[in-house]
């Protein structure tokens, strides 16, 4: 925790935050109508961002091992059973959305 940031956000207990995030993870292993190439279109980020954000803040595993804890399951599995071919139009959108995360 950071005590001396003017971001509410560095204030929240790591507790707390963990038991958010934990929660956001289960909701999306859940969700697998929520498509990665949609979450990247609306939010710009999505389950592979997360594992490469848990790799960035010292998470031991590969990028392969870091995507199965979010993902619950091997990459490849998961997209053999769960994800569908990318649209036109959801590529335009991820890529438009990746110009935004430049941005920021």
């Known amino acids: 925790m950071d005590t001396n940031s003017a971001d509410p956000l560095d204030q929240l207990d790591d507790a ?7 929660r956001l993870v289960r909701h ?3 969700r697998h ?30 990028k392969g ?3 199965a804890v979010i993902h619950g399951m091997p990459m ?12 036109e139009e959801q590529l335009a959108r991820m890529e438009a959305s990746l110009k935004l995360n430049a941005d920021g």
Not at 43 to 54: E, V
Not at 76 to 87: G, L, N, R
């Open 16 to 22: 707390v935050a963990a038991a958010a995030f934990r």
């Open 28 to 30: 999306l292993r859940k």
């Open 33 to 62: 109508d929520a498509q990665n190439i949609d979450l990247m279109g609306l939010s710009g980020f999505c389950r592979n961002c997360l594992a490469d954000w848990i790799r960035d803040a010292g998470y031991a595993g590969d």
């Open 65 to 67: 091992e870091a995507r």
């Open 76 to 87: 490849e599995e998961w997209k053999a059973k769960f994800q569908s071919p990318a649209t």
